[in-house]
């Protein structure tokens, strides 16, 4: 074998072995990313769909990822895209913003229907299913920075990063976004009785 | 300030007190405000509450299936 000819085999193996590791590493993230999958989704079929149309994207573009970058950023931004790409198709009013309350509203809200008085019995009136019913109701905005961080425990500097926005639009989103889940809980809650 | 004020003020900074945004000066303010007044200190306590529970609220796996799936989106060598 020429020497020309053996170096092609060798980066070519070379490239096969970073592409399986590659994918790999990617597959052992999916837990990690299918959380986040299914908290900006509204039901358990989207988030499927949303998780293979992803690693999908990622396996055809794993060349444009940096090794010894954050891959599950990576990821996550590949996913968050795809997200708003169809949020923005589903929505029909995007003008319209969410009416948000202070940050003492459910808390108000609740006490003032049922008349509890105890902390821990007015935290009883919520369940999780609120917060994936409520979650659904948050404009994707919002939604996407709540749960990278709320549930994701990205910090706002990888959330940024995720959703390529800046650090004091991650917050302004996460604070704003907090008191329409908020809000969104309080009607489920309220509604519930 | 007055006690009301006080109880407005701590409402608008609930969210950075949880992420520990506020300066020293500003938590400490708070600090003090909860331990005199029940009616914030029950709600700034509902709120960690409230984030334990959306912190949990995705619990549920992925299906086995589904990772199947992903594993089979792998391009061929």
Request: hydrophobic share 40%; glycine share 4%; with cysteine.
């Amino acid at each position: 074998m020429s020497e020309t000819s053996s170096n092609e085999a060798r980066r070519l193996a070379e490239g096969a072995r970073n592409r399986v590791r590659f994918e790999e590493d990617a597959l052992a993230l999916a837990d990690q990313v299918y959380r986040v999958a299914r908290g900006v989704s509204r039901s358990k079929e989207e988030a499927e769909d949303l998780m293979q149309e992803t690693y999908a994207r990622a396996f055809r573009s794993w060349q444009s990822f940096t090794p010894g970058t954050n891959l599950r950023a990576w990821l996550l931004r590949i996913l968050t895209n795809l997200n708003i790409d169809r949020g923005r198709r589903a929505q029909r009013t995007p003008d319209s913003q969410p009416l948000e309350e202070g940050d003492y509203f459910l808390y108000n809200r609740i006490e003032a229907a049922t008349g509890e008085t105890e902390e821990e019995r007015v935290l009883d009136r919520l369940s999780q299913d609120h917060v994936a019913e409520a979650l659904a109701e948050v404009p994707h905005d919002f939604r996407d920075v709540v749960v990278l961080v709320d549930i994701g425990d990205f910090s706002y500097a990888e959330a940024a990063q995720i959703l390529d926005i800046p650090i004091g639009t991650v917050m302004s989103r996460l604070h704003r976004g907090r008191r329409i889940l908020k809000k969104e809980m309080a009607d489920l809650a309220v509604e519930a009785r | 300030m007055s006690e009301v004020d006080l109880c407005d003020w701590c409402e608008e900074v609930l969210q950075p007190y949880l992420d520990r945004d506020l300066s020293a000066t500003d938590a400490a303010t708070v600090r003090g405000h909860l331990a005199a007044c029940n009616w914030c200190e029950k709600r700034y306590k509902f709120e960690g509450d409230l984030r334990r529970l959306v912190k949990t609220s995705v619990t549920e796996p992925m299906e086995p299936a589904l990772k199947a799936k992903l594993a089979n989106l792998r391009l061929e060598l």
